[in-house]
């Protein structure tokens, strides 16, 4: 059986809404990389200070990798979410051009992704939280 054109532009449409929260992830993804970035270079001057001599706060140290690992693992599970997304968007334009219904399959990949999401969230939001407390001790 031919495919017809508006099973084309159906699927096209069903794929818009996951392909805008692909777009709002890479965002996220883009301010988590820009921490990481900021906390490797603090981490490296900490270091550089402990070479030349200088006193560096234990507890400094250990936030510094506790934040990375956070913020590493926030990275890690965006990227997760974002092939599951991706997956979604594949399987849905698969499902319309060859007319499967697998919603079944879609389903459990969206909601992965979302807890994904959620536990990327959680990991960016205790990083926020020990940059502050470090913050605060500092000053």
């Not at 402990?50 to 599970?77: C, F, H, K, P």
């Not at 997760?80 to 219904?101: K, P, Q």
Request: net charge positive; hydrophobic share 60%; with cysteine.
């Amino acid at each position: 059986m031919p495919m017809e054109p508006e099973s084309l532009s159906k699927a096209i449409q069903l794929s818009v809404a996951p392909v805008f929260l692909l777009a709002g992830i890479g965002a996220l993804m883009n301010v988590m990389s820009g921490r990481l970035v900021r906390i490797v270079e603090n981490a490296r001057r900490a270091r550089a200070a402990l070479d030349a001599g200088e006193r560096v706060d234990e507890w400094e140290q250990s936030a510094y990798r506790n934040r990375m690992r956070l913020t590493i693992r926030a990275i890690e599970l965006l990227t997760a979410a974002v092939l599951l997304i991706s997956t979604v968007v594949a399987v849905m334009f698969f499902s319309v051009i060859s007319r499967i219904n697998l919603t079944l399959m879609v389903v459990p990949l969206f909601i992965t992704a979302m807890l994904l999401v959620m536990l990327a969230s959680i990991c960016f939001l205790r990083e926020v939280r020990m940059a502050s407390a470090h913050i605060n001790r500092l000053f």
